[in-house]
């Protein structure tokens, strides 16, 4: 079993930045692709970002393409997501997951793990 662990959410202006982090335990992190999710309220969750087991793929979802950038470092077993030029539309609780597909995937019921979660609030 995987666990992970989300950080780096909080409370920022319009146009500011945030890194988000999420750790994993329990399983090899080089084996998973990984992904950022977000939910606002009365939303849907939304695909975010995703990337795959090497960090040699990425993909990114429309509305946050030139903003935000998720990475990843298998020696400390954390994905990243960047978050740059903020809007108060990014508000939402961000979500980790990890998957064992090969590659990346914007579907979420192909991640089978999922972190709590991490507030984000952007102000205008």
């Known amino acids: 079993q995987v666990q992970l662990v989300e950080s780096g959410g909080g409370l920022v202006q319009a146009g500011g930045s945030l890194r988000l982090s999420c750790a994993t335990s329990g399983r090899t992190f080089s084996s998973l692709s990984m992904g950022w999710f977000r939910q606002a309220p009365g939303k849907e969750r939304e695909f975010v970002a995703a990337?795959?087991?090497?960090?040699?793929?990425?993909r990114h979802a429309d509305s946050v393409k030139g903003r935000f950038t998720m990475s990843r470092d298998n020696a400390k077993a954390t994905v990243y997501l960047q978050m740059n030029s903020l809007k108060p539309e990014d508000t939402a609780l961000y979500y980790c997951?990890?998957?064992?597909?090969?590659?990346?995937?914007?579907?979420?019921?192909?991640?089978?793990?999922w972190g709590q979660g991490t507030q984000v609030t952007v102000s205008s």
């Open positions: 997951a990890a998957s064992i597909r090969i590659g990346v995937s914007s579907n979420s019921y192909e991640y089978s793990t």
């Open positions: 990337i795959s087991q090497s960090g040699g793929i990425t």
